[in-house]
């Protein structure tokens, strides 16, 4: 009777068979919105395609992952080709994605546009951060494929406008997957030449033909370029990353070589403008100038000289006659102080004015005399003193106390009992 039971295995397996085997489910093509992405670090991709009613696990495998050319991303809605199976472990069905595109717009352009907003970003679009192409170079270097009507237009255009250039071409592959690699090394090859402006591009073509200047080594190797880069991508109403990073673009290839180099007759009118400027500029200097000689040679002072001698003269004159008669006030002044001094009393009578002054000098020397402690201690008196100081009170005198009497003819130490 067991016989009839099976295993949850054994029942997965059989599930698995028959699915497998089912060429109906070997490759669907389903549309959703995805949700629950996650981004595995091996490179494997992990979501859930739902639509209103249902929803199913998927996977994508790194090997199909690295094929992608923008980021899944929660709530977009996509269209998925692949394979449906069991996974054994949970017994769930899942879808494993081959290929990956955006409902209603194409994977590359979506690329492209996830692409433009980083770099813009990070300023690599920076209208101030372009190079300023030379208006007169002596070598332009080209980028794009040695054969083909690109290179051919390019060069044959410098050449009939501008012939004294030298045209360096550096052959890359403009097409397919290791065409972004070549692009980026011929770049870098031609920073090591003296060129003075760089083309970079390629005739026309599809979305994917052009692709390769899309990619984000090129924009970088372009950005980082040392020498004015000119983008020449396609025809006039394509438009490419690397049109975005360039100092300047260019409609075509044939447009990137007529705003590289300039026209001999634009050239030579240019010239002529300038002689014609420089010459109105000389004869406008030399008539301003002949106009400003003109005017010093007419002034007073050129016409008659004389009167610069004459009015330093008069200066001189005025000046003379003034220190005469500073001088003469300056001794009148000093004769009368003279006089005065000579008629003063003390010259007059000196000896009255000592005898007055000695007489003052006796009377002051009398009442210094009057009040001298000296002439009290020649009347018998005594100073007592302490450390040089006068003792006026027995108060201020204590037992121990060392004192100094001083008398008319000496001092005698004695200590207080």
Not at 58 to 78: C, E
Not at 100 to 115: P, R, S, T, V
Not at 163 to 180: H, I, K, N, R, W
Not at 264 to 293: A, C, E, F, H, P
Request: hydrophobic share 40%; with cysteine.
């Amino acid at each position: 009777m067991n016989d009839r039971y099976i295993t949850v295995s054994q029942l997965t397996k059989y599930i698995k068979y028959k699915i497998d085997n089912d060429i109906h489910l070997n490759e669907v093509f389903l549309k959703g919105e995805i949700s629950n992405f996650k981004a595995h670090s091996r490179g494997h991709f992990y979501f859930t395609l739902k639509d209103e009613g249902s929803r199913i696990n998927a996977i994508m495998f790194a090997s199909s992952a690295k094929r992608m050319k923008f980021l899944p991303q929660d709530g977009m809605k996509v269209l998925v080709s692949g394979k449906v199976s069991i996974f054994e472990a949970t017994g769930a069905y899942q879808i494993y994605v081959n290929d990956m595109l955006e409902d209603g717009i194409g994977n590359l352009y979506i690329a492209f546009e996830q692409l433009k907003q980083k770099l813009e970003k990070e300023g690599l679009f920076d209208p101030s951060k372009k190079k300023k192409i030379p208006r007169i170079p002596k070598r332009v270097g080209v980028v794009t494929a040695p054969t083909g009507a690109a290179i051919k237009d390019i060069i044959s255009t410098i050449k009939r406008r501008w012939p004294l250039a030298e045209v360096y071409l550096f052959p890359s592959l403009v097409q397919g997957e290791e065409a972004a690699a070549d692009i980026v090394r011929q770049i870098q090859l031609s920073e090591q030449f003296d060129i003075d402006t760089l083309i970079v591009g390629r005739g026309g073509g599809s979305i994917e033909d052009l692709w390769p200047f899309n990619e984000e080594i090129v924009a970088r190797a372009i950005y980082q370029c040392p020498i004015p880069v000119i983008s020449a991508v396609g025809h006039e109403v394509d438009f490419t990353i690397a049109d975005f990073v360039a100092d300047l673009r260019a409609p075509t290839p044939t447009g990137a070589a007529e705003l590289a180099v300039p026209e001999v007759s634009d050239v030579q009118n240019y010239l002529n403008q300038l002689t014609i400027r420089l010459n109105k500029g000389m004869q406008n200097k030399i008539q301003s100038y002949r106009q400003s000689l003109n005017k010093l040679t007419s002034r007073y002072i050129f016409t008659n000289p004389i009167s610069i001698y004459q009015t330093k003269e008069m200066r001189f004159d005025a000046i003379l006659e003034r220190f005469k008669y500073s001088m003469q006030q300056l001794f009148s002044k000093k004769e009368k102080e003279f006089l005065k001094i000579k008629n003063s009393y003390v010259l007059q009578q000196p000896y009255q004015l000592l005898e007055k002054r000695q007489n003052h000098y006796l009377q002051v020397l009398s009442k210094l005399e009057t009040l001298s402690p000296l002439l009290t201690l020649k009347r018998g008196y005594a100073m007592a003193k302490i450390d040089g100081k006068v003792i006026t009170s027995c108060k201020k005198i204590k037992s121990g106390d060392s004192l100094d009497v001083e008398f008319q003819d000496g001092v005698i130490q004695t200590k207080v009992i």
